[in-house]
């Protein structure tokens, strides 16, 4: 569900950038208040390993669509609602950069559709609210499904509301909407069924993580390492292996505007679009998560060959990788910037209460 740069006007894309940009901050201010030494590499492994599974489409059955995690869910009940959404933020962040996946002047629209709603909506008003104060496989299992497909519902929403204050008349909003709405139910559905899963594993691994997360207070005493192991495992399993096996199809968003308008992709409308993109051909030296390739200057492009499925590729292998460890770094970087933070202003205070003493 990444937007394009050709999905929305400058004028929205401005809006939401400021809309993004002001909810980081104020995630800032707040994980001050729960940050600890124990949730600066959690923070970043959890940021890589949504990267690794993102890059993993599966097939919707008949509709010849795709859909892929989202994650959004998942970083909130481990890491708590602002350090998720700043470890979405920062994924989000890189694919932009790295990988050319979603628009740069888009960014504020997919911040928001894929971080704001699971982190700030979602997680305390549904997920929080069904599980209650139990702990048990069934309920965790049942707020995950009802909490990642009520996120993506809300997320592809907001996508049609972009594109609709954005003038993009090739894709009439009640068009649009009936496609967006009901193939984001089923890959809901899966994403939710997913989260359970790995929610449940971290529940028998360290429970006190979820109930930290649920509460925005610090990890409690013990070692968080064999969550922060296993998931970093997981992220390169599935980065660097798994994601061969990704699926070809479109995905909910292609999907919907190939159904709506004729066409996966809509074309640029010039201008800042332009500028935009070619900011991204500078930064991404993995576009679509692959190794660049020279085409200038080669003629007309040939037909591409049929795909195989699996399709190993060293370029997604490296990319997947790649991804990963820039997605820890940042991620990582964000929450000891906040810790150190958080302990040069407890220091002054301290300072300031003995001087008064």
Not at 3 to 18: E, N, Q, R, W, Y
Not at 36 to 65: C, R, Y
Not at 107 to 126: H, K, Q, R
Not at 142 to 162: D, N, P, R, T
Request: net charge neutral; hydrophobic share 50%.
């Amino acid at each position: 569900m990444h937007m394009a740069d050709a999905l929305i006007s400058p004028v929205v894309g401005a809006a939401m950038l400021a809309s993004g940009a002001g909810l980081a901050a104020y995630s800032g201010v707040k994980l001050k208040n729960e940050m600890d030494e124990k949730k600066i590499p959690l923070m970043g492994v959890m940021g890589a390993f949504i990267f690794a599974a993102q890059m993993i489409n599966f097939s919707i059955p008949a509709t010849g669509s795709s859909g892929h995690l989202g994650g959004g869910l998942i970083l909130a009940a481990i890491l708590g609602p602002y350090a998720g959404f700043l470890s979405m933020a920062v994924i989000l962040l890189i694919q932009a950069l790295v990988f050319a996946d979603g628009g740069l002047l888009a960014y504020g629209c997919n911040v928001v559709n894929l971080a704001f709603f699971t982190s700030f909506i979602v997680f305390p008003f549904i997920y929080k609210p069904i599980l209650g104060k139990s702990q048990k496989p069934g309920r965790i299992m049942a707020a995950s499904i009802i909490g990642a497909v009520a996120g993506l519902q809300m997320g592809s929403f907001a996508v049609v509301l972009e594109t609709f204050f954005s003038g993009k008349t090739e894709l009439p909003f009640g068009t649009f909407l009936l496609l967006m709405q009901p193939i984001h139910l089923a890959i809901g559905i899966i994403e939710g069924i997913v989260t359970g899963f790995i929610l449940t594993f971290v529940m028998s691994a360290r429970p006190d993580i979820l109930q930290s997360a649920g509460e925005s207070k610090p990890l409690k005493a013990g070692s968080v390492t064999k969550i922060i192991v296993s998931f970093s495992v997981a992220a390169v399993i599935i980065g660097g292996f798994v994601s061969w096996f990704a699926s070809s199809f479109p995905d909910g968003l292609e999907w919907s505007m190939a159904n709506t308008s004729g066409q996966e992709e809509l074309d640029s409308p010039g201008g800042i679009h332009d500028s935009a993109s070619g900011i991204q051909e500078k930064t991404a030296f993995l576009p679509d998560y692959g190794f660049k390739t020279n085409t200038m200057n080669a003629g007309e492009p040939e037909e591409p060959a049929a795909e195989s499925w699996p399709s190993p590729s060293l370029g997604t292998t490296v990319s997947g990788l790649a991804g990963g460890a820039l997605v820890f770094g940042l991620a990582a970087l964000i929450a000891l910037v906040i810790w150190m933070a958080k302990r040069m202003s407890n220091g002054a205070f301290d300072k300031s209460k003995s001087g008064r003493s």
